[in-house]
């Protein structure tokens, strides 16, 4: 059985009390939130593991409950996956810039998808440190150990899921990466989402990435590789 936390904020009752339910039948110590606000407090209170977290919410949505909870330091490293009927992949790139770990969108056509997907996300909580635990290449120094990530000595804010990314691109510069290599990389390998998803998460570590955002090249017909 496990011991993780999860809190649900979600709004609709129905599904609040079948993902409690599922949760609870898989052996996880479930709290629920109605709306953004309740959803935050009880987050500071329970200190949950991962937060399901819808974002059309009453009171605040879901995508300031990110913000709230990614600039307090006590939440800052909560895994957040974002539950939502809205999927055009705009709305998903807003989701992943304010700090998500993943993004699922309604209705929830297989509890069991869902279930493998949290499953997935606990199981990379702590990141796996390796030998070599920093690496510099065009300027770019990416640090597992203290999970920093610096341009020309000045840090980036990333999501786990971008900081992963990178680290996976610049660690073999020219190689070009195919997107199912990239979503295994920077989401898990149980993780079952479409490769547009990685488009997504390098849309967005372009833009953090500023000046340097050319350093990401894409390849055609492949993936992604860094700039060698």
């Known amino acids: 059985m496990s011991n993780n936390k999860i809190l649900i904020v979600e709004d609709y009752g129905p599904l609040a009390e079948t993902l409690e339910y599922q949760l ?8 629920r939130a109605g709306d953004g606000k309740e959803g935050v407090d009880q987050a500071k209170l329970y200190l949950p593991d991962l937060i399901v977290l819808d974002i059309d919410l009453p009171i605040l949505n879901g995508v300031e409950v990110c913000k709230h909870l990614r600039a307090d330091p006590k939440t800052r490293e909560t895994l957040i996956l974002m539950l939502s009927a809205m999927g055009e992949e705009s709305d998903q790139v ?30 990379r909580r702590e990141p796996v440190l390796e030998d070599h635990d920093s690496v ?14 610096t ?4 840090p980036l804010k990333l999501t786990k899921s971008e900081f ?3 680290d996976t691109l610049i660690r073999q510069p020219g190689r070009a990466f195919g997107r199912s290599e990239l979503v295994d990389a920077a989401l898990g390998e149980d993780t ?11 849309r967005a ?6 000046g340097a955002a050319d350093l990401i090249e894409t390849v055609r017909g492949v993936g992604y590789r860094f700039k060698e």
């Open 205 to 210: 570590l372009r833009k953090k990435m500023g």
């Open 94 to 123: 807003v989701g992943f810039a304010v700090g998500a770990d993943d993004y699922v969108v309604k209705p929830v056509e297989s509890y069991k998808v869902l279930l493998q997907r949290i499953k997935a996300l606990l199981r």
């Open 136 to 149: 510099s290449h065009q300027n770019v120094t990416v640090d597992r150990r203290r999970f920093v990530v």
């Open 192 to 202: 079952v989402v479409l490769d547009r998803t990685i488009d997504v998460h390098v």
């Open 151 to 154: 341009i020309d000595e000045l």
């Open 164 to 166: 992963r990314l990178l």
């Open 24 to 31: 609870k039948r898989t052996g996880y110590e479930v709290y």
